[in-house]
């Protein structure tokens, strides 16, 4: 079992949707939660960072961490052609350098 | 200007020729990494460096090697290219200094093809 799971997709939605993006992990030590958007041929983004348990928002981006479930989540509100990309989880204990990514999630909003 | 560069941007080459792969940031970080990208297969570490005298191995480093010129340079050299080692390699910076976050910032990458 991989330490962090992310479904591969592609997610196809509809521009306007509430798109949500997910990845499941197994080692509850993990403190440091990010969200990368990787548009094609282009590096990781990052878009959000969560410490520890909660939520985030910035703009139409909320980030959420479940930590009694190992269970984080990216909601886009008012999905864009432009948010198509592959968005990628990682995580990292407290502390250390080490990112573990989940394989990423491919994102098609069809205008 | 980008604050990670990486040069080349796409490479094909050869089975068994020495390839360099070169980044440099203007971020001012201390910490540098190289990570390959394989479709499946998500983000792997290579390499890693806390500053110009601390380079330490990830955890897919064999058939790689790097050099930390200076705190704003980190080069991966493949010795003798394979097939296999065919993928998009990545460049990441952190800053120390942020404490225990170490957010990672990413270059636009290297598209290498081994033939």
């Known amino acids: 079992q991989k330490e962090v799971e992310q479904d591969p997709g592609p997610l196809s939605v509809p521009e306007g949707a509430i798109v949500s993006l997910n990845c499941t992990y197994s080692n509850s030590a993990f403190q440091y939660f990010m969200w990368y958007r990787q548009y094609s041929r282009k590096g990781p983004e990052l878009l959000m960072y969560t410490y520890s348990s909660g939520n985030k928002e910035d703009g139409r981006f909320t980030a959420q961490v479940d930590k009694s479930s190992k269970y984080i989540s990216l909601f886009i509100r008012d999905s864009q052609p432009s948010d198509s990309a592959t968005y990628l989880c990682a995580m990292s204990l407290e502390g250390t350098y080490k990112y573990i990514f989940g394989t990423g999630t491919r994102l098609k909003v069809l205008a | 200007d980008a604050d990670v560069t990486q040069t080349p941007r796409n490479r094909i080459t050869k089975t068994g020729k020495r390839i360099m792969l070169e980044c440099s940031q203007t971020k001012g970080h201390d910490r540098m990494y190289w990570y390959r990208q394989d479709p499946g297969l998500g983000l792997q570490l290579i390499y890693y460096?806390?500053?110009?005298?601390?380079?330490n191995k990830g955890e897919i480093s064999d058939g790689y090697s790097v050099s930390r010129q200076a705190q704003a340079k980190f080069s991966l050299s493949l010795e003798s290219a394979i097939p296999n080692q065919t993928a998009l390699y990545f460049c990441a910076t952190s800053d120390s200094g942020t404490g225990t976050s170490n957010t990672q910032y990413f270059g636009p990458g290297t598209r290498l093809t081994v033939l």
């Open positions: 460096s806390f500053d110009v005298k601390d380079i």
